[in-house]
């Protein structure tokens, strides 16, 4: 059933913006990937906070100005995805290049001013496990599924399942279109994910910076297969919102 109450499910407007990278950031404290990769002996806190706000800022309207984002309670919780390029028109294809080096450039711009180059560094692993992970878990079809990029809720709004309505959300338009979906996130999210659908294809380890002195940080890369549509399983997934945990921290590709 559908609590009268229940706030909308809705494409991620540009209003939305500042509270959802708010939320993002607080979400994401606790994220061990984000502490492999800024607490470095180099690092400025203060730095990497504003450099992490700012990316997380144009990776969200990038992925707004390309309608590529859903919001519950305007900006409580938030997804944000990526499609393969042969869905689009040539003309928006075109334009979406440009944004899309656009988006890069500023992300090289802003590691180079603002994070330091141990930061950098673990970045750069992060990047190349993350690639090779993929490639090995998924193989060539990586570039022809739908990637989850971003997902997060307020912490005073979890357990109300707004992040698998969003989930849902998505792989619904990857069914639709006959497509898997793929992410990668923390071991202790695997959980949730299966729950919807998603499997377990792969694992990688951060920690190769010799100046970490925690354990491996192990990541995980998850794929779901299209599934046939069925209009009332897929009405009870986004509405009956209680069926599912939430993560239990952020999963931010853009850390």
């Known amino acids: 059933m559908v609590q009268r109450n229940e706030p909308e499910l809705r494409p991620l407007a540009y209003a939305d913006l500042p509270r959802a990278v708010d939320m993002f950031m607080k979400a994401n404290e606790d994220n061990p990937s984000r502490h492999y990769i800024d607490d470095t002996p180099d690092a400025c806190a203060k730095a990497s906070k504003f450099a992490n706000w700012i990316g997380l800022f144009i990776g969200s309207a990038r992925a707004a100005i ?6 519950i309670g305007g900006g409580d919780s938030v997804v944000c995805y990526s499609s ?10 075109r334009l979406y290049t440009i944004l ?3 988006v890069d450039a500023s992300d090289k711009s802003l590691s180079r001013i603002f994070r330091s180059s141990r ?6 692993e992060f990047s190349a496990k993350i690639t090779a992970a993929a490639s090995g878990g998924i193989g060539n079809r990586v570039d022809q599924l739908i990637s989850i990029d971003y997902l997060a809720t307020a912490a005073d709004k ?18 639709a279109q ?11 999210n695997v959980g949730f994910y299966e729950r919807l659908g998603f499997v377990n294809v792969r694992e990688f ?12 940080v192990v990541l995980c890369v ?9 209009s009332n399983l897929l009405d009870r997934g986004l509405r009956d919102h209680n069926l599912y945990d939430n993560p239990t921290t952020a999963d931010v590709l853009s850390l």
Do not use: C, I
């Open 178 to 188: 006959s497509r898997g979906t793929w992410l990668f996130t923390g071991q202790y």
């Open 100 to 102: 899309d080096w656009l």
């Open 66 to 71: 390309k309608h590529e984002a859903w919001t």
């Open 222 to 230: 998850m794929l779901r297969e299209p599934q046939s549509l069925d």
């Open 119 to 124: 930061q950098r560094a673990r970045r750069a």
């Open 84 to 93: 393969p390029s042969d869905t689009l028109s040539r003309r928006r294809k």
């Open 205 to 216: 380890a951060l920690g190769d910076d010799p100046t970490w002195t925690k354990g491996p």
């Open 158 to 175: 979890q357990g109300r399942g707004y992040a698998s309505r969003l989930v849902n959300q998505v792989t619904a338009m990857a069914d």
